[in-house]
């Protein structure tokens, strides 16, 4: 573990889980009973998993009154040297970007922080400078026009896209070192909005994590992905996330990758 005052790129924020994780949001799929210790040491392999492939760790400050707090990629999200913090809807989650926003500020980095309706950052995918940001129960139209008005003047397209089917828009969709996005068709709504697309036959193998141009890091629990992934010419690196995923979280959700 390293927490640099001022890091070399890349980095990645994280944030330990709370004594309090097993009392997370779940809001659609069926709650079950989450091992605290494993979540744990599964945490601990997912941050060892970035930091071998060049990702020094930045932490925030573990909040044990916060349980989804260690899904962090929520409470900010990074364009370029911006920082956008947050304005989570569930009540539970609002304090999670307080901790956050000191350690970005803390970083050198400029901020701008949403004030109008709601988002939270698993709704927010990055393709280039294409910004995809999910209309969904926790992203409303109010916060995607605030966003859009801080992002194109630096250069970024924002497009709203409907989730009805899944809680974040990253939950549904993530996108390869190519730009090509991925999805799991049950549990997206409309492919058809995206140039490049590719299904992949399981749920968790809809989420990855970018490391570098050739390779990502994506839930074991996706073996058939893993193989057509491979079959495209990706390294891929696999973190066992299980308990994560009975909260609804990803590999996407527990970190935040800074590149630039």
């Given amino acids: 573990m390293t927490t640099p005052a001022t890091p070399a790129v890349p980095y990645a924020l994280v944030r330990p889980p709370a004594d309090s994780l097993p009392d997370g949001?779940?809001?659609?799929?069926?709650?079950?009973?989450?091992?605290?210790?494993?979540?744990?040491?599964?945490?601990?392999?997912?941050?060892?998993?970035?930091?071998?492939?060049?990702?020094?760790?930045?932490?925030?400050?573990?909040?044990?009154?916060?349980?989804?707090?260690?899904?962090?990629?929520?409470a900010v999200v990074m364009f370029d040297d911006l920082a956008v913090v947050t304005n989570p809807k569930e009540p539970a989650r609002n304090r999670e970007t307080v901790a956050t926003e000191k350690v970005v500020i803390d970083l050198g980095h400029q901020t701008a922080t949403l004030t109008e309706g709601n988002l939270d950052g698993g709704d927010v995918l990055k393709v280039g400078r294409q910004v995809y940001v999910g209309l969904t129960g926790t992203t409303d139209a109010a916060a995607v026009d605030q966003l859009r008005r801080i992002l194109e003047p630096r250069?970024?397209?924002?497009?709203?896209?409907?989730?009805?089917?899944?809680?974040?828009?990253?939950?549904?969709?993530?996108?390869?070192?190519?730009?090509?996005?991925?999805?799991?068709?049950?549990?997206?709504?409309?492919?058809?909005?995206?140039?490049?697309y590719l299904e992949v036959p399981e749920e968790p193998g809809c989420h990855v994590v970018v490391l570098d141009e050739a390779t990502v890091l994506m839930s074991s629990a996706a073996p058939q992905t893993e193989a057509l992934l491979r079959a495209r010419g990706l390294e891929v690196v696999t973190v066992d996330i299980s308990e994560f995923e009975k909260l609804e979280g990803c590999v996407t959700c527990l970190s935040v990758r800074v590149r630039s």
């Fill in 25 to 74: 949001v779940v809001t659609f799929i069926e709650r079950r009973p989450l091992d605290l210790d494993l979540a744990r040491r599964q945490w601990d392999d997912y941050v060892a998993a970035l930091e071998a492939h060049g990702f020094a760790t930045v932490h925030v400050e573990v909040d044990h009154s916060l349980p989804d707090s260690v899904f962090i990629e929520d």
């Fill in 155 to 196: 250069g970024w397209a924002v497009t709203a896209v409907p989730v009805t089917k899944a809680l974040h828009l990253k939950s549904a969709i993530t996108a390869l070192p190519d730009g090509t996005i991925i999805g799991h068709g049950p549990i997206v709504d409309d492919p058809s909005m995206f140039e490049r």
